[in-house]
């Protein structure tokens, strides 16, 4: 059966001068292939610049890769434009505070993914409105007030509601707690944990917190400069790294110090 979500050696470039006699690109990403299952968390870790949000934008088709194949459910949806995956693989930002309008209510805000897709109506909305804030464990309620009147945890809730609306098979998370409260971080982790036995939602999330790499994922990616150093189950990559830089960014995180130690 072909893979919920599968990557191809997806590369891309970005042009870093504009001068026509020396034009100059940047290698991004340089071949990465990765395959993601209903239920499964796929973490991606690699220094700052290492190409991770890149990979994320073209998840969730915010870019382009200059080549390579995406796969959802077999259906290559990078070549067929009818295809409307857009539902499907939904993105979570790392800053609460800058990912909405300021002046639109929550309902607002939840509803804009809805009426982009043309569907449903008021009554519907309303209820879906209710039932997606409850299910981050936020009161219905809410639904009226405006982002500034919520903490940095709340807002990531809605966040992720915004992100459940169209019920997607895939949450693409980038950093999504690391702007938050480390008592915070744990709640929003335990949440997305929730989310993902109830609704068999596969993840593929961004963090630098490898002992919450190790906690909350499967698979890992492990991203050097745009290349693929690593991939594989998460405790045979941490274990037994076979690249210098896994091996290398292992040891400058304290959880894997600790572990290695006891
Ligand atoms: N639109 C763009 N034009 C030119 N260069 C870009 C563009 N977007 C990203 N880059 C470059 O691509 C590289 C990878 O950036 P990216 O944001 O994907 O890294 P990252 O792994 O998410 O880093 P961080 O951990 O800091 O978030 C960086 O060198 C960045 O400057
Ligand atoms: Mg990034």
């Known amino acids: 059966m072909a893979n919920l979500l599968k990557a191809k050696l997806l590369r891309k470039s970005y042009k870093v001068s504009n001068n026509p006699f020396k034009e100059r690109y940047l290698e991004v990403l340089k071949?990465?292939?990765?395959?993601?299952?209903?239920?499964?968390?796929?973490?991606?870790?690699?220094?700052?610049?290492?190409?991770?949000?890149?990979?994320?934008?073209?998840?969730?088709?915010?870019?382009?890769?200059?080549?390579?194949?995406?796969?959802f459910n077999g259906n290559d949806i990078l070549k067929n434009k009818h295809f409307a995956w857009y539902k499907d693989i939904r993105m979570v930002f790392q800053n609460p505070r800058t990912s909405f309008n300021p002046r639109?209510?929550?309902?607002?805000?939840?509803?804009?993914?809805?009426?982009?897709?043309?569907?449903?109506?008021?009554?519907?909305?309303?209820?879906?409105?209710?039932?997606?804030?409850?299910?981050?464990?936020?009161?219905?309620?809410?639904?009226?007030?405006?982002?500034?009147?919520?903490?940095?945890?709340?807002?990531?809730?809605?966040?992720?509601?915004?992100?459940?609306?169209?019920?997607?098979?895939?949450i693409v998370a980038d950093e999504p707690v690391s702007a938050l409260d480390v008592s915070v971080q744990a709640q929003i982790i335990n949440l997305l944990l929730d989310l993902q036995e109830k609704l068999q939602l596969a993840y593929i999330f961004i963090s630098h917190d490898l002992g919450l790499v190790q906690h909350f994922s499967d698979k890992v990616l492990v991203m050097n400069k745009g290349i693929q150093e690593e991939y594989g189950p998460v405790g045979q990559v941490f274990s037994q790294p076979q690249s210098q830089y896994t091996q290398k960014l292992l040891a400058a995180s304290a959880g894997y110090k600790r572990k290695i130690t006891e």
Do not use: W
Request: proline content about 5%; charged content about 20%.
């Open 31 to 71: 071949g990465v292939s990765f395959s993601i299952n209903p239920g499964q968390t796929l973490a991606i870790v690699g220094e700052s610049g290492s190409g991770k949000s890149t990979l994320a934008r073209i998840l969730v088709g915010a870019e382009k890769p200059d080549s390579g194949e995406l796969l």
């Open 104 to 170: 639109a209510t929550i309902a607002q805000i939840l509803a804009e993914s809805l009426l982009n897709a043309k569907a449903d109506n008021s009554m519907q909305i309303k209820y879906k409105i209710a039932e997606t804030l409850e299910m981050v464990g936020l009161r219905p309620e809410y639904a009226d007030r405006y982002p500034h009147t919520f903490s940095g945890g709340q807002r990531q809730r809605i966040a992720i509601a915004r992100a459940l609306m169209l019920n997607p098979k895939i």
